[in-house]
């Protein structure tokens, strides 16, 4: 492994099923954190961005932020990415060198079409240089290998019989010709008489008896050592009887440990190895290769297959975490998948805390009673002295407008009027005639599916160990909420069953009245306890009520601790 990681993301992220102040504040901070050294900041989002959010995006000539459905690190994100590695068929030399220069001492190998197909191990080397004998050392001196990679590793020249091509592999024995003359020549016919003769390679140096030995008998090719010639007689021979005749420089020693270093690393390498995806995260690979022998593990693309790095074990001790800037919530309770595994730089908040978010170093954190954390984005430019580009003010304007109903909420403070009064001239719009187009934008009571209504704008809470959500919609009038009230009904018990709430509320809010209609299911004696004018066993109105944060969050509180 030569290169470490890239540099793991540093995301600012809203809640999960975002509102318009989540996706908006999270633009406005990426944009201020880019803008004072932060070049990485980015904004993302952890679900679907809602129609009126989507029409501000449009107006603002922005891009919806990047979707960010879990933020632990993955092995993509940390695996090495320039890697050593070698190919099946490239010899124990060409591994070798790799592997000293690049002080590495276990690589991948690749097939043809650039798959992992193998592990490499430096120790596996020795096979292919040391193999396991038997009493007649006919295994030492037997070799797999190509006559072409032979001739590579040596830098031979060839002479009788043209070499095959590389890729070509036979299994050849060799016949050192240091004995005696006859010896050699007894060997030789033996080898005859048993039909293998034809995959002898015979070495020896300036001994010419041997090379006609060698070349009379049919060996499959004479290795000449030391700089030695061969009489041009034999080659003439060699060709007509079909033996290859290499001579190199090298002694007879370092000759045959070359021919042993010219095999294929595919014969020692290990095929029985784990891979992962990069995809996975580190947290379940650091559990699940805990116990595995195995020291480096390829990193391969789920799809294609092909290699993009490798992971070593002690890559999984300390991880690096991806940074993350935490706007419009503080609770992992609402978070976006593997929180709890990231690196929280910063929390911009204006809702309670919850008690659950920790760090491991301090952090920055700005939590502040006003009515939209994209409020308290746009003071830390105005305390910068920095003004934001025209599509980020208006964004940021839309998160004031959104979250505190173009100030008649009674969230809102001194703090979102006066931010709101400089948004606006940055973005060169009237905040009314804002609202109302906004506001005006798809009606999910009249369009959205009943996932979709009960999801655009749903928080989870856990009240003193009681699990709840409370989800919101407004609308420019609640005509259209009879017609859906059964299927929105069903959709709460089916919200309820499934993630096991003690109590799930959906606030359909008008926000031209200022009244809302609370739909509920769960406890029956939780329901019953909830302070507004009861309709029916599961219905109630709320006049005045627009906020869930101030207004609802608080009584639903109070109705729990009243059934209790």
Known sequence: MESSARSLPFYVIGHRNPDTDAICSA???AALLRATGEEDAVAARCG??????????EQAGLPEPVLVTDVRPTAGMICHREVVQVEENDTFLD????????????????????????????????????????????????????????????NAEVHGTPLPDEGFEERLITLVGASSQATIDRRLRKATEEGNIGRYLVVCGDRPVVHHYAIDHGARALLVTGGNQVDPEMIKLAEKRGVVILTVSHDTASSTALIRCSRSVRHVMETDFQKVSEQDAISVLRKGLAQSGQDLFPVVDPVSGS???VL????????????????????????VRGIDECHIVEVIDHHRLAGDLVSREPIRFLN????STSTLVARKFAHRDLEPGRGVAMCLCAGIISDTLCLTSPTTTPLDRDMLEWLSNLAGIDPEAFKAEFFAVGSLLGSGSPDEILNADRKEFDDDGVRLTIAQVEELGLRAFEGRREALEAELDRLVAKHRYDLAVLAVTDIGKHDSLILAAGNPRMIAALPYERVDDRLYRAPGVVSRKKQIFPAVCHAIRRAR
């Open 48 to 57: 679907e961005v809602p129609p009126r959010t989507a029409w501000v995006l």
């Open 95 to 154: 591994a070798y060198r790799q592997m000293l220069a690049s002080g590495v001492r276990c690589v991948p190998v690749t097939g043809g079409n650039g798959g992992v197909i193998g592990i490499l191990r430096y120790l596996d080397l020795l096979e292919l240089l040391v193999p396991p004998g038997d009493a007649t050392g006919l295994a030492v001196r037997t070799i797999e290998a190509s006559l072409a990679k032979i001739a590579a590793t040596l």
């Open 27 to 29: 633009i406005g901070h």
């Open 307 to 309: 290699m993009v790095g």
């Open 312 to 335: 070593s074990k002690s890559d999984f001790v300390d991880p690096p975490r991806t940074r993350i800037a935490l706007v419009d919530h503080n609770e992992y309770a609402q978070a």
């Open 368 to 371: 502040e009673p006003v009515g």
